[in-house]
Every structure is written in C-alpha cells, then in structure tokens.
C-alpha cells in the first residue's frame, strides 16, 4: 500500500554533494517516520538518519552529525536527505525506510524503496 521511490545518487568525488529524495505514495497516514539507512558490500544496513512527519523531529547517526541533514516536504510527501563533505566510506546503496516510530534499526520500519546508489570517488 506504500510506495517509496528513492533518487539523486550518483557518482560524486570526495568533498562533494548530494541530495538524495524519496518520493511516498499510498496509505502514508499509518507510517509516523521516515528513515534513511545505507549498506555497503559485506557490511550491515547502517542508520543515517530519520525524520518525523509531524513536527519534524530528526535524528542522526553520531558519526554523520553535521555532514548530513534529513528535512522533508509533507505536502510532496517527499523526504530528503542532504549530503556533504561527502567520503569515500559513505559509498553504499541508500534506502529510504517509513515505520511507525524513528528508530535506528531497520527492522521495525515496515516500507522500503529500491535504493539509489551513492559511490565517493576519492
């Protein structure tokens, strides 16, 4: 009943920029929170970050604090996640996730989209 659609990855060089979005669509009214979570090769999915839809409360992996920001469009339901001083260690697939509440574990979140890859050149 839930859509999400993920873009705005891409091959980007060390130090640069990225805006990722993901677009929802159906029975949005039942998900509270958005998530963003990323996994690269052989590694665990990994929490970015997540954001509320009502009253924007946002939450943020320690590490990504202050290069990252979640933000979202509630009339597009569209939630973004802004990306900068980009690494190479944040090469990785990145997933947009909708659930009830914004937690840092994936499996809670009950939606997820196909993912758009993101490769750090350095």
């Known amino acids: 009943q839930v859509q999400l659609v993920e873009s705005g990855g891409g091959l980007v060089q060390a130090g640069g920029s990225l805006r990722l979005s993901c677009a929802a669509s159906g029975r949005t009214f039942n998900n509270n929170a958005m998530g963003w979570f990323r996994q690269a090769p052989g590694k665990e999915r990994e929490f970015v970050a997540a954001i509320t839809w009502s009253g924007g409360s946002t939450y943020y992996s320690d590490s990504l604090k202050g290069r990252f920001t979640i933000s979202r469009d509630i009339a597009k339901n569209t939630v973004y996640l802004q990306m900068n001083s980009l690494k190479p260690e944040d090469t990785a697939l990145y997933y947009c996730?909708?659930?009830?509440?914004?937690?840092?574990?994936?499996?809670?979140?009950?939606?997820w989209g196909q993912g758009t890859q993101v490769t750090v050149s350095s």
């Open positions: 996730a909708a659930g009830m509440m914004p937690v840092t574990t994936p499996s809670p979140y009950r939606y």
